[in-house]
């Protein structure tokens, strides 16, 4: 035990261990906030399809070779999850569909891409492509080497994403739990909709180079769905979920450093664990009740 | 008595199929409306379009001067609400405040004061923390309604309130629907299955068909021919 104190210990002095801690923590947070939001109003799979759309626009802004590629993917993403919540509003069918239909189409069109830039020479190998891929889709050991840049922008994204929950949080309640009522008294639903729909795509880029794009669902989703297994109000599941999730970054984050685990699926993991382990406390609860 | 709400050759349906068609009438301050007629006549569909949620498929319906739209209050079905959400009975109340608040982002002491007096008003006091999954269909009935009001600053418009109840609850939800309109003034716009309550309370009658069928005061209606026979065929039911 005090050998792996010690081990952690040597780690923490390098600041890129400490930069991973930082972001990590900062994107669990963020990530968790939304949960009971996207699974009560059915659009988990919206999520899905979103990360999915910002790692085709990464591959386009791999390909292009701009040096930011916040530039592509923040508004590419933000435009398919408008014209996501449009379709999702007709009919449900012709908005799954949709969904299918854009995340799909720009995983395969992002991994051509990655494939045909490499081909051409675009500064990259042809062997280290599958490994770009799969450090896109499922996060890697690129979170071990961010920058202090990379830290900042983490940090004024999550600060803008917690600022905007806060004073948003009692429309988003209202929105989440009942739209045709929120619409029916002069509440303006479509436009925290689409609040809603553009703090998630915000979240998702920050979130895509921590734990790859695949992931990200994950980390929205579980620490919610914990939460909603216990605590009864929408106030309460949202600070249990931000525990659950900050809880799970740190530890994930910790032991695939000691493990040497890649990140984002340690996390999931983790997050894994805590649903099933809540699962259980409910039942004994209710056990108990009766 | 101002005009509230008018519908001009209002009609409805779903994707292009008509289900109800010629509706002509008009809401005043004070009214106290029963919308009555048999099922999959468009009765709910008429609700939505009132409240903005479905345009009509032609026709106009307009709110007039006095009354706008963040000063409705609405009951769904409950079917429409979603019953396996994580919020407390306070929270929810309180979420029909939502339209006095603007662009301000939290609730003011006179708005959770408002949902506090609604809750008391509606005997939920006791359920202020509890989870509105774990209620009663009563119960959740009530917190529906107390979130109602919080929003009816000036009309209040309800889709079926008493379906799952029991006569005594039932009796109950109709009292306090009348003492609102009697008393707090706010204009009442029901849809109701039951016709005995609705020729007893309401004050106007609309009876929508394929068509309208009839509109006016309910004195008029009870003497008129569709009053009579829809009478004989649903108030039976009800009396056994």
């Not at chain 1, 449900?92 to 051509?112: E, R």
């Not at chain 2, 199929?17 to 029963?34: I, M, P």
Request: with cysteine; hydrophobic share 45%.
């Amino acid at each position: 035990m005090s050998e792996m104190l010690t081990t952690l210990h040597d780690y923490f002095q390098h600041p890129f261990i400490r930069y991973a801690l930082i972001v990590g923590l900062l994107i669990a947070l963020c990530s968790s906030l939304l949960g009971v939001t996207l699974v009560m109003k059915r659009f988990s799979f919206i999520g899905d399809g979103l990360s999915h759309v910002a790692f085709g626009a990464m591959a386009v802004a791999t390909v292009t070779g701009i040096t930011n590629n916040m530039l592509i993917i923040m508004p590419v993403t933000i435009i398919s999850a408008v014209l996501l919540l449009r379709t999702g509003n007709n009919t449900k069918i012709k908005g799954d569909a949709a969904v299918a239909m854009i995340s799909v189409g720009a995983l395969a069109l992002g991994y051509m891409l990655m494939n045909i830039a490499a081909r051409s020479g675009n500064g990259r190998t042809t062997s280290n492509v599958s490994a770009d891929v799969c450090s896109t889709l499922f996060g890697s050991t690129s979170i071990l080497t961010l920058s202090l840049t990379d830290v900042w922008i983490c940090v004024a994204m999550s600060v803008i994403v917690v600022t905007v929950f806060l004073v948003f949080y009692n429309k988003i309640f209202a929105v989440t739990f009942d739209e045709s009522f929120a619409k029916a008294t002069g509440v303006r639903a479509d436009m925290y909709n689409l609040l809603i729909a553009i703090v998630i795509v915000v979240i998702i880029v920050i979130a895509m180079k921590f734990v790859g794009s695949l992931l990200i669902s994950a980390l929205i989703i579980f620490p919610a769905l914990s939460a909603m297994r216990v605590f009864k109000s929408f106030r309460s599941v949202i600070i249990c979920s931000v525990v659950i999730s900050l809880f799970c970054a740190a530890s994930g984050i910790i032991i695939s450093i000691l493990a040497g685990t890649p990140v984002g699926s340690t996390i999931v993991s983790a997050d894994i664990c805590v649903f099933f382990l809540f699962c259980l406390i409910s039942l004994v609860l209710r056990r108990g009740k009766k | 008595m101002g005009t509230l709400l008018k519908c001009e050759n209002v009609s409805l349906g779903y994707e292009g199929d008509v289900v109800t068609k010629n509706l002509n009438f008009t809401v005043s301050s004070g009214d106290y409306l029963c919308i009555v007629g048999e099922n999959g006549s468009g009765k709910s569909t008429l609700i939505k379009a009132l409240l903005g949620l479905k345009p009509p498929i032609s026709g106009s319906i307009s709110l007039c001067g006095e009354v706008g739209r963040n000063e409705i209050g609405y009951l769904p079905q409950q079917t429409m609400v979603q019953r396996d959400f994580p919020a407390s009975v306070r929270e929810i109340v309180l979420s029909g405040c939502m339209n006095r608040c603007g662009f301000r982002p939290f609730y003011s002491k006179e708005e959770k004061k408002l949902a506090h007096d609604m809750m008391r008003r509606l005997e939920i006091e006791p359920l202020t923390k509890r989870c509105y999954r774990e209620l009663s269909g009563g119960q959740q009935q009530r917190v529906l309604l107390a979130r109602a009001l919080c929003a009816a600053r000036k009309m209040i418009l309800l889709d079926e309130p008493v379906t799952g109840l029991d006569p005594k609850a039932t009796n109950e939800m109709y009292e306090l629907i009348d003492s609102l309109n009697k008393k707090d003034k706010i204009t009442v716009i029901m849809v109701s299955h039951d016709m005995n309550a609705a020729v007893r309370y309401a004050s106007h009658i609309l009876h929508v068909g394929r068509k309208q069928l009839f509109f006016g005061t309910k004195e008029d209606y009870l003497t008129s021919k569709t009053g009579q026979a829809f009478l004989a065929v649903m108030g039976g039911e009800e009396d056994e």
